[in-house]
């Protein structure tokens, strides 16, 4: 079936580097989407993507979805402490209505 | 407010007692869905309902039932809960698209439920 893998699975950074997390589909993906969940939260969506090669900025947050619309990335520049939680990816597949999220990277700021 | 309300939030129940996660949202939100959380396993889909009266399996149906006789709420049904359901549950709504699934989730709390 189809799997979105993300890696990775922890990362440990110091206030001030940047950071970044990957997502892999198994499958071309119609959009992926990508949320943020607090620790003890809710995930909370940050962005969509739909289109080939797509990069989109919100402040220090850089998106991209790749040409073959199989993967995407999420870069944080200049981590803060209030970057920290817990990124996921959500893939779906044209013609669908099923979202397949990826595992995961949990993000710790050292300040 | 705009939200996605979940009951209970905390749940400790025993094996075989059937059990209701009710899930209720404000945003006429045509599409709404049931996911399992645990830890190194991401969010996993259950079920998802497209409108009134129309649902479908996600990745991880076996063990729950779901209704949707309105369009604002979508329970959560464990009919013979076992061990192995302990998990974090969160229900998303999100507007209704044509080809496919599109749109943000708006996520509920979570409910944390725990089967002896």
């Known amino acids: 079936g189809q799997q979105v893998m993300q890696i990775p699975q922890y990362q440990h950074v110091q206030e001030g580097e940047d950071f970044t997390t990957y997502c892999n589909s198994s499958?071309?993906?119609?959009?992926i989407q990508w949320y943020k969940q607090r620790p003890g939260g809710h995930p909370v969506f940050l962005i969509q993507l739909v289109k080939s090669g797509e990069v989109k900025k919100q402040k220090r947050l850089t998106f991209q979805f790749g040409e073959a619309k199989k993967n995407s990335s999420l870069h944080i520049t200049a981590t803060q402490t209030t970057d920290v939680g817990t990124y996921f990816c959500a893939g779906a597949t044209s013609g669908t209505y099923k979202y397949i999220f990826g595992t995961g990277t949990r993000l710790k700021v050292l300040a | 407010e705009a939200q996605v309300t979940q009951n209970p939030r905390y749940l400790i129940t025993v094996t075989g007692k059937k059990l209701t996660v009710t899930c209720s949202q404000n945003?006429?939100?045509?599409?709404m869905s049931w996911y399992r959380q645990d830890p190194g396993l991401g969010l996993r889909q259950i079920y998802y309902s497209m409108n009134v009266e129309v649902t479908d399996k996600g990745d991880v149906p076996e063990g729950y039932k779901v209704s949707r006789k309105e369009k604002r709420n979508f329970p959560l049904i464990l009919e013979s809960p076992s061990p192995n359901q302990t998990s974090l549950y969160f229900c998303?709504?999100?507007?209704?698209?044509?080809?496919?699934?599109?749109?943000?989730?708006?996520f509920g709390e979570g409910s944390r439920l725990t089967v002896l």
């Open positions: 499958t071309t993906l119609s959009n």
């Open positions: 945003m006429n939100h045509e599409y």
């Open positions: 998303a709504s999100s507007p209704a698209s044509t080809g496919g699934a599109s749109g943000e989730l708006f």
